[in-house]
């Protein structure tokens, strides 16, 4: 009996967890619409629904209705396979996730650990899309995702090493309580170096400008996925804005404090300790979400030399620099 009503939580945690996220992805498309007109000047999406509120529904429809091609030349089982791919490793690395206290699908003691070796997996997605498409825009699109993982996987690592040394811990929920008792309540502080690095990391892991080199519209079409249409197109988006959720979450459980806010401001205010810890969760993701569409809508992309000097030349040692500190402060001070 025990272990049906175990399993009927996880179902509905999964249930629950699944259609946030995809709740979240129709309306953060929306939202990236509307944020990057108002800085560019125009109104973005307006004539479906009040203020084209029903905007994501009808992409949705659109999407779902549009013919599925596949290339003449292309290898078709890994061309039909390579979307999915991306889409479970993208939605498995919400299982670690805890959105608030005990609210986690699977709360393991290598929760980083896992997260980090399932968000590197959907590279494997556009490796094999690149290749199976027998296209020469798809296949640099693919090439270059790899290179880019390479470049920037490692560096997003190391970035997180130190979180782990002050919270003494790989366990998601342990992170958030050690930034709790620190007495700056988050570790972005102390940490700001590693922040840094994994903030550069995580626009390069998610292919978002200025890194968006594997999809250049203006050199490559559309990179990896130019061969797509319909449903399997709109898993490829679908991946990309389930990354961009994983990363933000990350990044406010490793360095904002996740569902907490710092005592010293529930101290000063008392106020604030009434507020759900859903909540302040919500507003940092949505915070680090706003980030990406702002430096979308900011920067230009960058020349490939760049990107690669970036990677290798800057934030892998500023992570070893970061590495070396914490580990220094950890053991002497």
């Not at 449903?231 to 679908?238: K, V």
């Amino acid at each position: 009996m025990d272990f049906v009503i175990t399993l009927a939580i996880i179902v509905i945690k999964i249930a629950v967890v699944f259609g946030a996220v995809l709740f979240h992805v129709a309306y953060a498309t929306y939202f990236e619409r509307k944020i990057i007109g108002r800085m560019q000047a125009r109104y973005g999406p307006m004539e479906v629904g009040p203020h084209g509120l029903l905007q994501p529904f009808a992409d949705m429809i659109k999407l779902f209705f549009k013919e599925d091609i596949a290339p003449a030349s292309a290898d078709r089982p890994l061309f039909y396979i390579a979307p999915a791919i991306v889409v479970i490793s993208a939605m498995t690395a919400l299982s670690v996730l805890p959105f608030f206290d005990r609210f986690v699908i699977a709360d393991i003691d290598i929760g980083l650990l896992f997260l980090l070796v399932i968000t590197s997996l959907s590279v494997y997605g556009i490796v094999i899309a690149g290749w199976a498409s027998n296209s020469k825009y798809s296949f640099l699109g693919g090439l270059r995702s790899a290179a880019q993982l390479i470049s920037y996987e490692i560096a997003m690592g190391l970035s997180l090493v130190g979180v782990m040394l002050m919270a003494g811990s790989l366990n998601l929920s342990d992170i958030v309580r050690a930034q709790h008792q620190h007495p700056l309540g988050m570790f972005a502080f102390p940490q700001f170096l590693g922040f840094f690095v994994f903030v550069v990391a995580a626009f390069a892991e998610t292919n978002r400008a200025p890194f968006d080199l594997p999809e250049a519209e203006s050199e490559l079409v559309a990179g990896y996925f130019t061969e797509y249409s319909g449903f399997r197109f709109a898993f490829f988006f679908l991946g990309e804005y389930v990354a961009m959720l994983t990363m933000s979450a990350v990044a406010a459980l490793c360095f904002l404090g996740g569902w907490t806010i710092p005592m010293f401001m529930t101290n000063a205010m008392p106020f604030l300790s009434y507020v759900p810890g859903i909540i302040w969760f919500l507003v940092k993701v949505y915070a680090f979400m706003f980030f990406y569409y702002w430096i979308r809508a900011t920067l230009p992309r960058y020349r490939y030399d760049q990107l690669m000097a970036i990677g290798w030349k800057v934030l892998m040692p500023l992570a070893f620099v970061n590495v070396l500190i914490t580990a220094f402060a950890k053991r002497w001070l």
